[in-house]
């Protein structure tokens, strides 16, 4: 069965360094998310991304953030300068064009640890 | 804006039994999709079943159920026949019904299945 990939599994970075998170949607999905979960709060929306622009973002989703598609298999999710807060479990998630096919599919997610 | 709403912060349940998880929500909407997510100690957000509003048939996945009340704007989560691996934090999720919708999740409920 088609799955999202993510990669690393668990980043530690220093404060004020650059992250790149990276995930793989499943093949035929067109709409990519990317959602982030502080240890112990709920699931929260950062982004979607659909025909190589951002369709929605949250207030979270600051200048400090950006999302690319750099081919056409990856989806990535770049922190300039990161915080101590932005410590959290980020999720890739993927879906497809509407109808049954509009099931978000999460990937495993990447333990973002800022120091 | 829309709001997800579990007022169940834990639940538990013996092994065979048993356990429904609530969630309401709010929204002006007349048409939009609700969802289950689980997400086990690995912290992996697996979909467990999806609710359609204009369906008025409740969703039924081999041993979870809802019971989707759109008046009420309810959505329960029934688990029935509980196993170990059941125990998890369980997420109910609304999304408007255009295609590449941004989920909204509630703050979760933990269940411990005891044996």
């Known amino acids: 069965e088609p799955e999202v990939t993510q990669t690393p599994s668990h980043q530690v970075t220093q404060m004020g360094q650059e992250v790149i998170l990276r995930c793989v949607p499943i093949?035929?999905?067109?709409?990519f998310y990317w959602y982030r979960q502080i240890l112990g709060q709920k699931v929260e929306f950062l982004v979607s991304?659909?025909?190589?622009?951002?369709?929605?973002k949250s207030e979270i989703f600051d200048d400090q953030f950006s999302v690319e598609r750099p081919d056409g298999s990856n989806f990535t999710l770049k922190i300039r300068s990161t915080k101590l807060e932005d410590s959290a479990m980020y999720f890739c998630?993927?879906?497809?064009?509407?109808?049954?096919?509009?099931?978000?599919?999460f990937g495993p997610g990447t333990r973002l640890t800022v120091l | 804006a829309q709001t997800v709403t579990q007022s169940q912060p834990e639940m538990s349940v013996q092994e065979a039994e048993t356990v429904t998880l609530s969630c309401t929500y709010d929204?002006?909407?007349?048409?939009?999709?609700l969802f289950w997510y689980k997400q086990p100690p690995s912290r992996q957000m697996i979909l467990v079943i999806r609710?359609?509003?204009?369906?008025?048939q409740n969703a039924t996945e081999n041993r979870f159920s809802v019971n989707f009340q759109k008046a009420a704007k309810s959505f329960s989560l029934k688990i029935s026949d509980s196993q170990l691996g059941d125990a998890a934090m369980y997420f109910c999720?609304?999304?408007?019904?255009?295609?590449?919708?941004?989920?909204?999740f509630g703050g979760g409920t933990r269940l411990m299945v005891k044996p």
């Open positions: 991304f659909y025909n190589n622009e951002i369709s929605e």
């Open positions: 609710q359609e509003a204009y369906k008025q």
């Open positions: 999720a609304y999304r408007r019904i255009r295609a590449g919708n941004m989920l909204t």
């Open positions: 929204t002006s909407e007349s048409d939009y999709y």
């Open positions: 998630a993927s879906s497809g064009t509407g109808g049954a096919a509009d099931t978000q599919y």
């Open positions: 093949s035929n999905h067109l709409y």
